[in-house]
């Protein structure tokens, strides 16, 4: 049984201040509430290790937006796995749109991220996701099967149980574009298609994939009901506690 998992992405949003007063107000809007999901939050570098303060003794887990693949030495503005373990953190985002589409990483060095996370005993979040033009012209699956392909092919079986997936087509990020349940639903039943090919049937199943594109309290239940979609990874909606919280509870809305 796959676990639910909702993951706020703050992006480059929120200082120390900022991010610390929003998690203790999301523990406190969590208090005696049953059946959550996970809840993860992925705060920037500098504001993580207040983010990691305000969550001790809650259930609640952190991660990170991007991090380095050497273990240390001189690269400069860079982190390492060692550097998030230290704080608490469980997850890395690979791969995220931004990272591929605004600042130029491709596969070969996010197959060595995704290496280094798993190395430094944390947990990928690897997100794959077409553009617009690449969905118009027919080739969504195509360029979604590439983007696993070139990353986890390096990984084992038994590693595949700490990576999670994320589809974000990068056309509804940010756009309030929301794919439908059906898009969203196809493409997961195609990751998971193309990961019983790369690993077996089982790993398939087993793999957790997460939705994020302008998911929003009002649209949580829909896309989240469907089985192939095992959470959210979300920007814009998890800035404000309460439209977070809302995604978080979208079992009660
Ligand atoms: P939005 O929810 O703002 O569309 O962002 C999605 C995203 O990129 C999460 O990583």
């Known amino acids: ?9 703050w992006k480059m949003n929120l200082d120390h201040r900022e991010g610390a007063a929003l998690a203790s107000t999301i523990v406190d809007g969590l208090k005696d509430k049953e059946d959550l999901p996970e809840v993860v939050l992925i705060p920037s570098f500098t504001t993580l290790p207040a983010v990691a303060g305000e969550l001790e003794g809650s259930e609640i887990l952190t991660g990170a937006q991007d991090m380095w693949y050497e273990k240390a030495g001189a690269f400069t503005g860079e982190v390492s796995a060692e550097m998030l373990s230290s704080l608490g953190c469980r997850y890395v985002l690979v791969g995220h749109s931004e990272r591929r589409h605004v600042i130029g990483e491709g596969a070969g060095l996010l197959a060595d991220k995704l290496r280094a996370v798993l190395d430094g005993g944390l947990s990928p979040i690897y997100c794959v ?3 617009l033009d690449q969905r118009e012209a027919g080739k969504a ?13 390096g990984v084992s079986r038994r590693e595949m149980s700490g990576v999670v997936l994320a589809y974000e087509p990068v056309w509804a990020i940010g756009t309030g574009k929301t794919a439908t349940p059906e898009d969203a639903s196809s493409m997961h039943g195609h990751i998971r298609d193309v990961l019983s090919r790369i690993f077996d049937a089982g790993t398939a199943d087993e793999t957790i994939i997460l939705y994020g594109g302008s998911v929003k309290p009002e649209n949580a239940t829909d896309l989240m009901s469907d089985p192939d979609i095992d959470g959210a ?6 800035l404000k506690a309460d439209s977070f919280l809302g995604i978080i509870l979208y079992r009660a809305t």
């Open 1 to 9: 049984m796959r676990r639910k998992i909702i993951a706020g992405n």
């Open 233 to 238: 990874l979300v920007g814009g909606a998890a």
């Open 141 to 153: 699956e195509s360029v979604v099967e590439e983007q696993l392909r070139s990353v986890l092919s």
């Open 129 to 131: 996701g077409e553009l």
